[in-house]
């Protein structure tokens, strides 16, 4: 009987699947997650602050980072709970370590290094960008390589992927973040925020057509400009005020057809060029959904297959960072040692 | 500081001239000083500061800051980048550790800088961009000192 106990036991501590429980404070979103063995979502909650920051247009971070000092405990043990699993269940825990802001980057780090410590348990930091392409992993079968466009509110990169873990950024933003332009417009016309479902959704009421935007190519180069093309924008609406709630939608979905026409075209001819046969959205912008429409459209013909994730896993999200701590490990189990909570916050951490 | 002599009003008649004029500013601009940016959406904020990085040898592309509020550049000499426009209160702006900024060995260029008047240097140089149509714009610079 005392064999079998322990034998029991042994199975248990053999087990094959591997449980991550993940935290992602970069912006305005706490969110925590367990993710089984890479790619199976034991639980995804996000608490999102959009709520407190529409009233000012736009993320404030000192209201973000208290926010998350409230939230973090509550998100994680409701993590574990949606789980149906006990921080004991729990291999490896992994922590968004940047790019973004600072102090809300540090409220998840602290709790991340703090659970650490007390159960210890191993503590993987991950880069905010892997982990949105890695968003990608969680609901598609794909190995690299690809090409990846990750587009969101603070980042606008081209980058390929040869390998996990191996990256190659070839092009970026020059000025404006994608996001940040969609936002920026949706405040010129007084729309609210966030910027990108606001136009998305007046846009499909407006003629795509009526105003011929520039589009910024920047031919010869894999780089994006989206600041000249707010300012037509400014200089169209001084000129022309917005006088109905169709006119309004024409000028939203002329602007929008100039971004996602870019981004669509430019990804697809580097694609082409480099003989990539795989291209995979990331981040919040990958959920706008005439962007994924004209994607689909051009993509036809080319032999390229497009990936992209569902919506609630573009937006920021505890799982992609589950997902890109295992694609780290590759099965590897990590063991606990104090040298690796000795890594710090990095706003500006690159690929 | 050489900027006290800077006070004077520019027209440009396009983005690429904005640049330039950025660039030729770049040259008056010594570390520790600090210049204030204002102007509306589009008014060509972000172009002017492309051209003083460029002026400075900074080879990185400047992005906006509005989501980081602070980009630092490597050129000749430091180059600090702000953009306040999301900045809650003044425990905020402690927080960025301003004075390692203003005070430090890099230039700083500060958007949205009506935000915290009384934190900034007794002198710093004021630019103004006004939009005046499409592609033209006034570019009116003030040297700003505190009286005592």
């Known amino acids: 009987m005392q064999n079998l106990h322990l034998i029991t036991s042994l199975l248990q501590t053999n087990k094959d699947f591997m449980n991550i429980l993940a935290i992602e404070t970069s912006c305005d979103e706490a969110s925590a997650s367990v993710v089984q063995n890479g790619r199976k979502i034991l639980s995804n909650v996000i608490s999102s602050q959009i709520h407190i920051h529409a009233k000012y247009g736009g993320v404030v971070p000192e209201l973000a980072s208290r926010h998350h000092l409230e939230n973090i405990n509550f998100v994680v043990a409701e993590a574990l709970a949606k789980a149906r699993l006990r921080i004991n269940d729990i291999d490896t825990l992994a922590v968004t370590q940047g790019p973004g802001l600072v102090g809300s980057l540090l409220a998840g780090i602290m709790a991340a290094k703090t659970l650490s410590l007390i159960y210890r348990l191993p503590l993987l930091p991950i880069n905010h960008i892997e982990g949105h392409i890695y968003a990608n992993f969680l609901e598609h079968r794909i190995k690299p390589p690809f090409l990846a466009l990750v587009i969101s509110g603070g980042h606008t990169e081209l980058v390929i992927q040869r390998d996990h873990t191996h990256y190659k950024i070839l092009g970026r933003t020059r000025d404006d973040a994608v996001g940040e332009a969609y936002d920026k417009v949706a405040k010129l016309l007084d729309l609210g925020y966030p910027g990108g479902p606001v136009i998305d959704k007046l846009a499909k009421k407006g003629d795509p057509q009526y105003i011929k935007f520039p589009r910024p190519y920047l031919t010869g180069s894999y780089d994006f400009s989206f600041s000249g093309l707010k300012t037509s924008v400014v200089n169209y609406v001084s000129k022309h005020p917005a006088s109905s709630v169709q006119h309004l939608a024409d000028v939203v979905a002329s602007f929008q057809q100039a971004v996602i026409e870019v981004l669509v075209n430019k990804t697809i001819q580097t694609a082409l060029k480099l003989k990539m046969k795989k291209i995979v959205l990331a981040g919040g912008v990958a959920a706008n959904s005439a962007l994924r429409g004209l994607f689909t459209d051009k993509i036809r013909k080319t032999g390229i297959t497009l990936y992209y994730p569902s919506p609630v896993l573009c937006t920021d999200n505890a799982a992609m960072i589950g997902c890109a701590a295992y694609y780290r490990l590759k099965n590897k189990k990590l063991e606990y040692n104090q040298k690796m909570l000795t890594f710090k916050a990095a706003p500006n951490l690159q690929l | ?148």
């Open chain 2, 1 to 148: 500081m050489s900027i006290s002599k800077l006070n004077k009003i520019v027209i440009t008649k396009s983005a690429a001239e904005t640049q330039r004029f950025g660039r030729k500013l770049a040259r008056q601009l010594k570390p520790g000083d600090l210049v204030c940016l204002s102007g509306g959406l589009g008014a060509g904020k972000t172009c002017l500061v492309q051209g003083i990085a460029r002026g400075l040898q900074v080879k990185d592309y400047v992005n906006s800051p509005t989501f980081k509020i602070i980009n630092e550049y490597a050129g000749k000499i430091p180059v600090y980048h702000f953009d306040l426009y999301r900045l809650e209160g003044l425990t905020d702006l402690r927080e960025l550790g301003y004075e390692e900024y203003f005070y430090g060995q890099g230039l700083s260029l500060v958007e949205w800088a009506e935000k915290i008047i009384p934190f900034l240097p007794k002198q710093y140089l004021r630019i103004e961009l006004r939009r005046v149509d499409e592609h033209t714009r006034k570019i009116i610079l003030t040297d700003w000192r505190r009286k005592k």
